[in-house]
């Protein structure tokens, strides 16, 4: 018989990730934060592992980097600018 693993939602991925990161409980997060200021502080946490691991796929040799299946990507959460809305 296999462990049956539960499948969060997206706001409490995020929360749990924050309290981690922020050492909050994530109850905590979901019951006091409003919804952007969890999207926009997931997405700024998000970014800065991300962007640190493609800056260490980028520093790998080109044979080192072969062997890696995923390449990283530089950002996780992408943010758009008004401009862009506007367009």
């Known amino acids: 018989m296999g462990s ?3 499948r969060l939602d997206i706001f409490s991925h995020f929360a749990y990730y924050l309290g ?3 050492n ?3 109850a905590e997060i979901l019951d006091t934060w409003s919804v952007p200021e ?3 502080t997931y997405g700024q ?6 962007y640190k ?12 980097r072969s ?3 995923k390449r990283p990507k530089e950002y996780a959460v992408y943010f ?3 401009s862009e809305f506007e367009e």
């Open 45 to 50: 946490f998000a970014n800065a592992d991300s």
């Open 24 to 26: 909050i409980r994530p």
């Open 53 to 64: 691991n493609y800056k260490e796929y980028q520093s790998l040799s080109p044979d080192a």
């Open 4 to 6: 049956a693993h539960a």
């Open 38 to 40: 969890l999207i926009v």
């Open 67 to 69: 062997k890696i299946e």
């Open 80 to 82: 758009r600018s008004i």
């Open 20 to 22: 981690d990161k922020l």
